[in-house]
């Protein structure tokens, strides 16, 4: 079975600030993930995924994630937030018997301060 | 529409009561799932229908939880005598083929409290 830890339950940080939103899994065989993003009052919606290829992804909203298979790593990014960047985001694995089945870390809330 | 929809978006129902939510995928996707979301629990997988296979049904908490899926599209998860810890967000996703990567996109949940 996989499991998936977001290591950081909020990070806070000023605007215009780096950050960087830590996942970890946990999967013996080769899995597929995924970063959504939830506004407050709004459902799920997809940052980016890693399938295979290039371990840099770039996905919507200028955040970019790095797959470590070394470290089973994961981790979201972003050079420089804004403040409409705050909501809580999830990191999420497929794979296994079963690409279908995500399974979600618990999230990481993100607050972007003026 | 060409999103996820689920309906009600708010259920307020008496403890032991009934209730079925209902979810319409996106047309054409052929993976559909359910997950409950809670305070302090993350997302919660509750259940994974593919096409005419046998559901995934090992994210269900208890026998009062079920769910169909008719016609390989519309699903309804119902819970039965409902208790005050089923309070929670129910979201609905659908995929159009997640063995290849494609990803799930979620309906605007429907949020469940049992008072």
């Known amino acids: 079975a996989q499991s998936v830890t977001q290591l950081d339950s909020q990070v806070p940080v000023f605007e215009e600030a780096p950050v960087e939103l830590r996942c970890n899994y946990s999967s013996s065989v080769s899995v597929y993930l995924f970063w959504y993003v939830q506004y407050p009052n709004q459902g799920l919606q997809l940052l980016l995924k890693y399938l295979s290829g290039s371990t840099l992804v770039k996905g919507i909203n200028g955040f970019e994630a790095e797959f470590n298979k070394s470290q089973t790593s994961f981790h979201l990014r972003k050079p420089s937030v804004h403040i409409s960047d705050t909501a809580e985001y999830f990191c999420a694995a497929a794979g296994g018997t079963s690409y279908g089945k995500l399974t979600f ?3 990481t809330i993100l607050t972007v301060h003026p | 529409g060409a999103g996820v929809s689920q309906s009600p978006s708010n259920k307020v129902t ?6 079925e939510l209902r979810c319409d995928p996106i047309s ?4 559909l799932y359910w997950y409950r979301q809670s305070l302090g629990q993350g997302l919660e997988f509750l259940i994974y229908f593919q096409g005419n296979s046998a559901p995934d049904k090992s994210g269900l908490p208890s026998d009062r939880f079920s769910a169909e899926r008719t016609g390989g599209s519309v ?3 119902t819970i039965q005598r409902t208790q005050q810890e089923d309070s929670a967000v129910y979201l609905c996703a659908s995929s159009l083929d997640p063995g290849a ?6 309906g605007q949940g429907t949020r469940l409290t049992v008072v």
């Not at chain 2, 990567?101 to 979620?106: K, L, N, Q, R, S």
């Open chain 2, 101 to 106: 990567g494609t990803e799930a996109f979620f």
């Open chain 2, 75 to 77: 699903s309804t998860l």
């Open chain 2, 28 to 31: 054409g996707h052929t993976a």
């Open chain 2, 14 to 19: 008496e403890k032991g009561k009934d209730v």
């Open chain 1, 105 to 107: 870390g618990q999230g």
